[in-house]
């Protein structure tokens, strides 16, 4: 338990600063919005100063009159505040604590810090006394403790409203970049151009989700896609695998990258040639390959979203695949799996834009018809999953000429239509991708077999 005598200390605060901060803006009211951008009433630790800001924020709202001694003193007569924020004598004095209005910002930030430690102190006590209720579950108080914290941190990055003016020229900045960059694909590429085509690749704060059957390649694409972003574009890539060990994954990569097949690597029985090709692509693994597995089986939401965090913050990761959803453990458990899985699914969706990366998902496909092409309603447990998605891929076998005939797959691969089920936005459709069985890897189809 925390120290009794911590009870007895003086929350943080810096009256000095605050006082610096007031007058400043009574001395020069336009500081007033570089100070609004970083500090509320409520950061304020002395009422009066509190009252004081609170009045400024409405002049400047009433666009009435400029702020200063004055203006500001009628002001908080008018909402009847004078007496709380100390008189007129408290309010006039205020001018005479400042060093120079230069610095405003610089007050002002130490007024934020200061409102910070406060809050800290206040969560942690909170979390303290939570940890004595029995009644709520573990994994809930920790969820809640987490999120307690990142409002904290929240604090620090205050949000602006922007005119439509002011995104003009940025847009035709992005879009400048787009011609010159003389390419379709504005996201991250998943290395299959007739996909990238009718996605533009997957774009920041997007949760894509891609669905199949089981054993139809849901985890080979993914994994391809991360091998190529990695590999390819050198794009820092987080999998997350909750159904397949990471040395069973490394394998699949081997595999991929050397064109071994994966039935000789396990077994050992590997030519000259073979073992020669897996030793030059483990030294391109090895040497530079921005790619992080986590496989932790039947990870709970709250330790994937902190583990997500982490690989962002520490690794700098620009997307994320987990491998799969249905296998995302929910704090939880007393309602409905189909509600946990909408739970699982938004907060996924609200990880994806707090990161600001793209995160794909694979999910299964609930319907058993061997020949229908999935749609929409198929995806297994939650109709939320199609609601948060922004881009939903499907996997499903493709029918070419050589069906008829029984020789699609030769042994030297089969085509798989990849159908875009839902793109928000842009465009729905199908491209068509080449999966080798033998080495666990999804290729573009050669412009022979297009």
């Known amino acids: 338990m925390a120290d009794s005598g911590l009870r007895d200390k003086i929350p943080p605060n810096n009256l000095e600063a605050e006082k610096a901060t007031l007058g400043a803006i009574l001395m020069n009211s336009s500081s007033l919005l570089a100070v609004s951008k970083i500090l509320s009433p409520d950061d ?25 001694i004055l203006t500001v003193i009628q002001e908080l007569k008018r909402i009847g505040e004078l007496d709380a924020a100390g008189g007129a004598a408290y309010v ?14 610089y007050y ?19 979390i303290i006394a939570g940890a004595f209720d029995d ?22 990055h205050t949000t602006e409203y922007k005119s439509i003016s002011s995104m003009v020229s940025p847009i035709f900045d992005i879009i400048e970049s787009r011609k010159k960059a ?103 693994f090895y040497e530079n390959f921005p790619m992080f597995i986590c496989d ?17 913050a520490k690794e700098k990761v620009e997307i994320i695949f987990i491998d799969y959803i249905g296998l995302i453990s929910s704090d939880n458990k007393e309602v409905a799996r189909h509600e946990q899985v909408a739970e699982i699914s ?27 092409k999935p749609s929409l309603s198929d995806l297994r447990e939650s109709g939320s999953i199609e609601q948060d998605a922004d881009v939903v891929l499907f996997l499903h076998d493709a029918k070419t000429d050589k069906d008829n005939n029984g020789e699609q797959d030769s042994g030297n691969g089969k085509e798989v239509d990849i159908i875009i ?22 290729e573009p189809l050669s412009k022979e077999q297009q």
């Open 44 to 68: 304020f630790y002395k009422n009066a100063n509190k009252k004081i800001f609170q009045a400024m924020l409405n002049l400047d709202q009433q666009h009435s009159s400029n702020v200063d």
């Open 92 to 105: 006039s004095s205020l001018t005479s604590e400042v060093p120079t209005t230069a610095n405003v910002e």
């Open 108 to 126: 002002a930030q130490i007024v934020q810090d200061n409102s910070v430690r406060r809050s800290l102190i206040q969560t942690s006590n909170e």
């Open 135 to 156: 009644t709520v579950p573990t994994g809930v108080m920790l969820e809640n403790a987490e999120r307690k914290i990142f409002d904290i941190t929240e604090k620090q």
């Open 182 to 284: 003389g390419s379709d694909c504005t996201g991250i590429p998943s290395g299959y151009p007739d996909l990238d085509s009718k996605t533009n690749g997957f774009q920041n704060s997007e949760l894509i989700i891609i669905g199949a059957r089981p054993s139809k390649g849901k985890t080979a694409l993914a994994l391809s896609m991360a091998a190529n972003i990695a590999g390819r574009y050198k794009k820092r890539v987080g999998f997350f695998s909750l159904e397949t060990d990471g040395m069973a994954l490394m394998q699949r990569l081997l595999a991929g990258e050397a064109k071994v097949n994966s039935r000789h690597i396990q077994s050992g029985f590997l030519s000259p040639r073979e073992f020669s090709k897996l030793m030059a692509a483990g030294n391109v």
């Open 296 to 312: 932790t089986p039947n990870m709970r939401l709250i330790d994937l979203r902190t583990e997500a965090r982490k690989l962002r």
């Open 346 to 372: 938004r907060s996924l969706k609200q990880l994806a834009r707090e990161l600001k990366i793209p995160i794909v998902v694979l999910c299964q496909v609930k319907r058993e018809v061997k020949d229908e």
């Open 421 to 442: 089920g839902k793109n928000r936005n842009g465009p729905i459709g199908e491209a068509r991708l080449m999966f080798l069985p033998a080495y666990t890897r999804f």
